[in-house]
């Protein structure tokens, strides 16, 4: 602990000094609050990530495919917590990304339904948690500190853990920009401004339950739309896995997705 520490903290931060190149395990380590993952572990679940998304060397650099990394795929393996990647924008790379999913949307959230996130520059990975009304930045190099609440994110890259009260708003807000942006349903043209919003779907539809109530049929109904939604993004995931692209499948999948959004 440094000695901007608050120590009567002490018993709830677990932080990591820097071993090597193994910021990653470190910040994830800060996340479960205690040494969860060892170097053997994280070897083992990158080879295994790797299996999963092709062409990817996750023991090497943290590669991103489906808006996820090795860091995302094991906080879900072992929380079944949803993580919101918000990209890293060197030289203003990501400016129009940022600009059109409107990340600073999340900001209110933080401290709420979002009590931690990792963040990342080009070379480094650290973890923030929110204790008791303030924000620690816990970093393998610099030790535990207090840090300022976001009021605007920085040019670093994010990857937000969710509480899962803020899984099923997160979902309503993306079936709904689909439907507000989207210029016609027939314009194919359209579906690829759409790919992040169908990965981040997948991901958050695997969050929740998909039962039907005895009680509610407008409910029933919803649920009816999104196993559906939930079903074409299955077969969308798995196409695009594939070491071979069917671009001409991969396209009918897109279209019937938004033809399902527009309908829930």
């Known amino acids: 602990m440094t000695k901007n520490s608050v120590n009567h903290h002490i018993n709830t931060i677990y932080w990591e000094r820097q071993k090597g190149d193994n910021c990653r395990i470190h910040s994830l380590n800060a996340m479960f609050g205690k040494p969860h993952i060892s170097e053997s572990e994280f070897k083992t679940l990158c080879e295994e990530y790797d299996t999963i998304i092709c062409g990817l060397n996750s023991i090497q650099m943290d590669g991103f495919a489906e808006c996820r990394s090795i860091v995302n795929y094991i906080v879900d393996k072992y929380t079944q917590k949803y993580t919101q ?14 600009a059109y999913w409107n990340y600073n949307r999340f900001v209110p959230k933080l401290g709420g339904p979002i009590k931690a996130y990792f963040e990342f520059n080009k070379g480094h990975i650290w973890f923030n948690k929110y204790i008791n009304n303030k924000w620690y930045k816990i970093d393998s190099l610099s030790g535990v500190n207090l840090c300022n609440p976001i009021k605007k994110f920085s040019n670093n890259g994010y990857m937000l853990v969710f509480e899962p009260e803020a899984v099923f708003n997160e979902i309503e807000y993306l079936i709904s920009f689909v439907k507000i942006n989207i210029k016609t349903v027939y314009d194919s043209n359209a579906s690829s401004d759409f790919e992040i919003a169908f990965y981040n779907l997948y991901h958050l539809l695997n969050k929740i339950t998909l039962d039907y109530s005895p009680y509610d049929s407008d409910y029933n109904t919803k649920i009816s739309s999104l196993r559906l939604i939930f079903k074409l993004l299955t077969k969308f995931i798995t196409e695009n896995r594939r070491k071979t692209l069917d671009k001409t499948k991969i396209n009918t999948l897109e279209n019937q997705l938004i033809k399902s959004i527009l309908l829930f």
């Open 85 to 98: 990647l918000i990209p890293i924008n060197i030289k203003g790379i990501h400016n129009k990304n940022r």
